[in-house]
């Protein structure tokens, strides 16, 4: 069975692309607020991907409801997947700052070393 990439909206097509062509399948995932895809705090144990791709934004928005991106990755830290929040390496420290503490399981990455991360996580070197 191949390995599931999710990703939120605005996820780069070239990583997506490049990731479909070495063998993986995408899906689609939602904040809860976006409508892209499969609600993230929906995922169970029976529909989840194997590592996440997405952008600080996608984790940080205003109004009802009043979520941490902590607490909207909670399923990814329940079933230990792997999420690669893409954000320039010089402003790695400002993204802690926006958004909080975060599990292990979190990874921030500059964009370009994101398929690198993602084929490491995933066993494909």
Not at 50 to 69: A, F, Q, R, T
């Amino acid at each position: 069975m191949k390995k599931i990439i999710g990703y939120m909206e605005g996820a780069d097509p070239l990583w997506l692309t490049t990731l479909q062509l070495l063998g993986f399948d995408t899906l689609p995932l939602s904040n809860g607020q976006d409508g892209h895809g499969l609600n993230i705090q929906l995922i169970m144990h029976g529909n989840h991907p194997d590592l996440v791709i997405c952008w600080p934004h996608k984790l940080v928005y205003p109004g009802e409801p009043d979520i941490s991106p902590r607490d909207l990755l909670h399923a990814t830290t329940l079933f230990e997947i792997p999420v690669l929040v893409a954000c320039p390496a010089e402003y790695h420290a400002d993204a802690v700052n926006l958004l909080g503490e975060l599990p292990a399981n979190i990874h921030l990455v500059d964009p370009s070393e994101i398929l690198v991360k993602a084929r490491a996580l995933l066993g494909q070197n």
